[in-house]
Structures are given as structure tokens and as C-alpha cells.
């Protein structure tokens, strides 16, 4: 959860308060809603990040507010099991959520990113929405929609996102180095 956030130049401070701090240690990159940053300092159960002017400008991060719930996740450790896709905490835009439905038991949400990221989505595909790997199963121009279990839901803040809502997107990392490869070839 934020407890604080304070602006330093035009750097953004803020403090998160976790059941997990104890595990961190300054200098390790952790996502915090996708958003890969890094521990700067420690106290207690809380610990202090810092978010650069480009990463406030290209992530939801200038709309969180104290008390906001965010989800968090370690570096994955090289030799461990991967579970989803491969995501880097590298967040290439955002998205506004543009519907939320409840499915008798799991929910619906659809989103509308910038068209110019269009070629990045396929069905079945995947996508990192606020630092949860999720599988697509819609696909539109520039819309993508998701399902969300019972577990996701309960242990994201999934369950407080509504219709308006600003998430943060990393685009599969495959498919940015394709689109890249076939830039390059024309």
C-alpha cells in the first residue's frame, strides 16, 4: 500500500508499506503494478522507491495516491520456474479500462490502449496489465480483453479496477522484438 508520496525535483518519491519488506534490500528492482523500481531506502515494514519524469510520464504512477493497494512481484531468480510469459517491469504505455463484468465466479474486463501498439496483441497472446501475466482472449484494433479467476481477483488489486481506470501495459517482449526485426527489414 502507498503511505507517502513526495515529489523531489521532478522525481517522485514513494513509500510502500508491505508484508514483504523485510525480504527486500536496497538496490533490488521490484514491480510494483508492472513498473519495475528500485529500493532506494528502508525502514521498518515500509520502504522508499523513486520514479524518474519518463517513467511518471509513460506509466499510471502520476494517479497513484496514498493508500492505493498496488500489486508487487521480485526479479525472478534465474533457475526458477517461470510462471505466465516473460515480463520485464519495462511498461510501454497504458491502458483505460473500458468495461468490468462478473461472470458468475470470474470477471471481464476489456481495455483500450493507443492504437500504435495495435500489432503487439493476438489472440491467446499475452499481456502484463498493473504486473499480472494474463492471457488474451479478444482482440480489437486497440482493445484486448481479459478474464480474471476468483484467485487473481481476490490477490491483485483487480477487484479495484472499474470502468475509467488507468492500468499500466508491458506488451509480450516477443513480439516487440519481431515488430522491431521487421522494421529493420523493410
Known sequence: MITTILKNGSNTDFWVKSNLTGEFKIDQSIAHNGVCLTVVEIKGDEYRVTAVDETLQKTSLNTWSNGDVINLERSLK????????????????TAQCIEKKTLDGSWLFR?????KFAALVIEKGSICLNGVSLTIFNVGKNEVTVTIIPYTYEHTNFSKIEEGTIVNVEFDVMGKYLLRQQSLEK
Open 78 to 93: 534465474l533457475g526458477d520456474r517461470l510462471d505466465g510469459h516473460l515480463v520485464q517491469g519495462h511498461v510501454d504505455a
Open 111 to 115: 481495455f483500450r490502449f493507443d492504437e
